[in-house]
């Protein structure tokens, strides 16, 4: 493909389209067979793509007796065309802006049901940019759940992008749900790794999470897990979500914080 080819191709033609009209170029005013052959196509391919060419005013159409001529716009005057598109799109940006901002702000629920579909969250979190934050609440029955689910092996590769990509985690996470959490990563030799991730862990009440609690809130996302069926529910929304990590903060800044420290060596 010739520069001039690749040129054209961005401005809305087609591979064979850009052959014709610069086929038509260089024989100013032809029959559609010669264009074919000049082109290296077919005769019916060749008119069926001078026809929407010609609609365009890429291409103009004159007749000299029977005979179909071909002819092509000046490029002069096509290149006049682009900018009085141009000129129009500008024009209309603010209300493609408006219907893009509408579509920001329809939130997307994804309701999900499957174990790879729970892997899902942790591969968006790792695929965060760097120095990026989530915020997490867990309880007991989640963390469990969660280990078991995700098995020591994805656990680990978890572990490692995150600290990699300095992800800090900010985490409204019960005692009792820290304490098992320690037991189980000693257990596969894994907390010397976790313990060198960056985050800040608050207290809270275990009593106030029943069920299994375990929510992820990260970029314009907040997933509902419940590990111990693998459900996942994903709301995508910039503004729900904020308001979630504004209720999320507000409720980490009245807890007590733990000794990240005390608790790594207990």
Known sequence: MTQTEQVLQQFLFSEQESKIYLAALSLKKA????????????????????????????????KKGKKVLISPTPPT??????????????????????????EDETPQIDIL?????????YDD???????????VLENTAAITSEIEL???DRIEKFFRKII??????????????????????????????????????RNIDESTLTGSVLVFIYENKTAFITPDSALTVIITSKNITQIIQNLFDLVFNLSPKTNVQNWKST
């Open 31 to 62: 029959g559609i067979t010669s264009i074919a052959k000049k082109a290296g196509f077919s005769r019916a391919n060749t008119y069926f793509h001078i026809k929407k060419l010609v609609d365009r005013k890429i291409l103009k159409e004159s």
């Open 113 to 121: 049901e499957s174990r790879e579909d729970f892997y899902r969250v």
């Open 77 to 102: 005057e096509i290149g006049k065309q682009f900018t009085r598109y141009a000129t129009a799109f500008q024009d209309i940006i603010p209300s493609l802006n408006a219907l893009h901002k509408i």
């Open 125 to 135: 979190i790792t695929n965060l940019p760097e120095d990026s934050t989530i915020r």
């Open 150 to 152: 995700l098995n020591y």
């Open 164 to 201: 990699k990509k300095g992800i800090f985690t900010k985490g409204l996470i019960s005692k009792e749900a820290l304490s098992t959490s320690k037991k189980k990563m000693d257990a596969a030799d894994l907390w010397e790794l976790q313990s060198k991730r960056m985050w800040d862990i």
